[in-house]
């Protein structure tokens, strides 16, 4: 009768100090991964609806970028302006110089606008076909705008260095 009270003192040992170390001791796996898990998969790779600009917004295509979700664009209309990215867009929505936006203008500061939607490559090549955008826009390109000719001067022909 001993020997079987002993063995169950001996279970009950054995499971009250795993429940211990299960419950008291380890921490809690409180989510399903690390960083890259929230960061989540670019699956909105289908097609979608094409927006047009309505009035107070302006397409514009990325100079370059300044950091703290802020960036220099020239837009369609002539003027540069420093463009803010929207909350919804930071993180999920990455912008690149050379990339086509769709920015909201600021009726009290022309010189600021808000990123409102980036534009893929086949949608920037559809608003071109559509007439939306001016045929100096190179889609898919890091060259902002086009260079007009005789603008440029600043290149070494290397024709005229093998006659010297």
Known sequence: CTDLNFTRLKNFEFYFIHWCIKYLV????????????????????????????EHGQEYAQVLRMLGNGRLEAQCVDGVKRLCHIRGKMRKKVWVNTGDIVLVGLREYQDQKADVIQKYMADEARSLKAYGELPDTIRVNETDAFTQEDGENDDYFDFDDVSEI
């Not at 409180?30 to 909105?44: A, F, I, M």
């Open 26 to 53: 380890m921490p809690k796996n409180k989510g399903k991964g690390g960083k890259n898990r929230r960061r989540g998969k670019n699956e909105n790779e289908e097609k979608r609806e094409l927006v047009f600009k």
